[in-house]
Each structure stands twice: as C-alpha cells, then as structure tokens.
C-alpha cells in the first residue's frame, strides 16, 4: 500500500526567508503524481503545485518549487521569500496514475507553517 | 474562479440520526470524491464517484454511508445512523484529469 510521510509537525520561518517542508512516500508504482495541497485556518484545501513523475523537470509555481527524487522517493516543497498569506498546513499527496482520476489522494500528516513578520 | 462548495458549513447531530452532507462541484467536472479528517489527523479518502456510480471506497466507507448525484449538480453523502466517531470535518472535492479540487467543508458534530 502507499504511504506518504511528513517527518515535520511543525516549521517557522521568517518572513521574506525561504523555507523547504519535506516529504517521502512509498509505492511500488512507477507512475503516479504528487501534489502539495495548503491549509489555511479557514480549512479550504488549495492545490498549491502538481508534479508527474515520468517529468524529470521539477514543478514550479511562482515562489513554490518542488526538489522531486524519484529514486529516493522525495517530494520537498520550498517557499521562496516567504509571505504572511503563506501561513497554513501544509499537505503532501500522492495519488497513482494507473485507473485514471478517480484514483484517491494519499495525504501525509501534514506540516503547520508558521510566519514570523 | 469556480470553487465547490458545501453545506451545512456546520452541522450538529444527536447520534443515532440521520445527516445528509451536500456539495456542489465545479460544473464540467467528472469525478467526485468524499474525504474526511477527523481533529488532528490526515486527511481520509472515504469515495470516490464517477459517471453515476462508486469507483473506489475505502474501509471507512461501510454501510452506513451513501452517496448520490441526485440532480446533476448536486453530490451528497449520506450517513444514516451516526456514530460519535462520525465527529469529523468532511470534504468534497471534484476534478477532471489531474488534481482535485476540495471544498471549505463540512464539519460534522455528533452528540
């Protein structure tokens, strides 16, 4: 079965700093796609960024980048100068490709992101 | 930009009674899905719903659930005798090809 892990309950950065939430999963597929989904307190999750993994390429969203390692089964999220608005937790998902979009999401516990102004 | 939405944003229930959760998804979308986070934990995939039937669910999804895209536009989730463990905020989400798109929830207190 698919797992996806965030081995950090918490982060705090500065603001305007750059910050990077980690997380790993496990999958015996070899295509599939990752996403990190944000939270903010008013708890609508908003996709943030998508990455394929037969894309080598690294997504990248405006200050949202993402360090994709496929043979070490990593999936990191940097925030590039980081913003108030950026406060939220933070989820990484995985959902396979094979079977199509009705697939499920598999989410991580998750990362709550603290801005320091 | 088109969102989903939900209501009841919150809804309270004596356990044993029947709720009825309902979210409108993004119109030219083709795949519903029903998720759940009880306080604290991960999100959970409790169904996922395509071209008017059940694709997956997952363990947490037993008989006590249902769901229906009863007009077209609407998609619901059933639970017809809650249980205090059904306490949880619950999310709809729609999508085509790639991601999925969630709504603000519902959180659902039973008593």
């Known amino acids: 079965a698919q797992t996806v892990t965030q081995s950090q309950p918490e982060m705090s950065v500065q603001e305007a700093e750059t910050v990077t939430l980690s997380c790993t999963y496990d999958t015996s597929e070899s295509d599939y796609y990752l996403f990190w989904y944000k939270q903010p307190p008013s708890r609508q999750m908003i996709l943030v960024i998508r990455?394929?993994?037969?894309?080598?390429q690294n997504a990248t969203e405006n200050r949202f980048s993402v360090n994709f390692q496929k043979a070490a089964k990593s999936f990191s999220l940097k925030i590039s100068d980081s913003q108030l608005g950026d406060a939220a937790m933070y989820f990484c998902a995985y959902r396979k490709r094979y079977g199509g979009a009705t697939n499920k999401l598999i989410f991580g516990t998750g990362t709550l992101l603290a801005i320091q102004p | 930009e088109p969102e989903v939405t939900q209501t009841p944003s919150h809804q309270v229930t004596q356990m044993g009674q029947e709720v009825i959760l309902r979210c409108v998804p993004i119109?030219?979308?083709?795949?519903f899905y029903w998720y759940r986070q009880i306080l604290g934990q991960k999100v959970e995939f409790l169904v996922s719903?395509?071209?008017?039937?059940?694709?997956?669910k997952s363990e947490i999804f037993d008989d006590q659930f249902s769901v229906e895209r009863p007009d077209g536009s609407n998609f619901t989730l059933k639970i017809r005798s809650t249980k205090l463990e059904d306490s949880a905020m619950y999310f709809c989400?729609?999508?085509?090809?790639?991601?999925?798109?969630f709504g603000p929830g519902t959180r659902l207190t039973v008593t």
């Open positions: 989400a729609s999508g085509q090809v790639y991601e999925q798109y």
């Open positions: 719903f395509y071209n008017n039937e059940i694709s997956e």
């Open positions: 990455q394929e993994a037969y894309k080598q």
């Open positions: 119109s030219n979308h083709l795949y």
